[in-house]
């Protein structure tokens, strides 16, 4: 039996590091993800088409689907099937205007990491200058390319929270 157990102890505690490093790579993944949907965030607000193409894969899947909460339930999608993101993004952005000062708080984040995909899900509250809130529930579907995360889809209902 102490033949058996020597065996037994020492497997343990050479596999015990394993899964600690194991959660310190998720865990770093996890960061990486965050800050790429929070530098897409940024880029859109501060209607930088560079840094906001470059959040972005340059893929043919590559989209969105918005929900806008008006009384129409309207429905905006678009997809990158020229492969065209930086060019489509300065088109974009371009078409949005001037900076308008809002601000974005990204909260609530549920990333799954899988090999070299992801998806989070996280609420994003938006405040206008003068106070006025928008609410929506987001998702963003990423791949690893390269080395970096880039956003393949983006998902985004938005939403009047119940009083």
């Given amino acids: 039996m102490k033949t058996l157990f020597l065996p037994l102890v ?15 790579q998720k865990a770093d993944e996890v960061a990486q993800i965050k800050a790429v949907v929070e530098r897409e965030t940024k ?3 501060a209607r930088d ?24 339930h309207t429905i ?6 020229k492969q065209d993101m930086p060019t489509s ?23 799954r990491v899988k090999g070299d995909a992801a998806f989070a899900q996280y609420n994003q509250t938006v405040t206008a ?15 690893k390319m390269g080395g970096k995360w880039k956003i393949v889809h983006v998902g985004a209902a ?5 009083n």
């Fill in 10 to 24: 020492l497997a343990a505690i050479a596999v015990l590091p394993f899964p600690q490093t194991a959660f310190a």
């Fill in 43 to 45: 880029a859109w607000a």
């Fill in 49 to 72: 088409a560079a840094a906001f193409a470059d959040c972005w894969a340059n893929v043919p899947e590559a989209s969105t689907l918005v929900v806008l909460a008006d009384e129409k």
């Fill in 76 to 81: 905006v999608h678009s997809q990158n099937t």
């Fill in 89 to 111: 993004s300065k088109t974009l952005i371009a078409s949005m205007g001037k900076p308008t000062g809002e601000t974005f708080q990204n909260t609530d984040y549920v990333i």
């Fill in 129 to 143: 200058p003068d106070g006025q809130k928008q609410y929506a529930h987001e998702t963003r579907y990423l791949e």
């Fill in 158 to 162: 938005f939403y009047t929270p119940a």
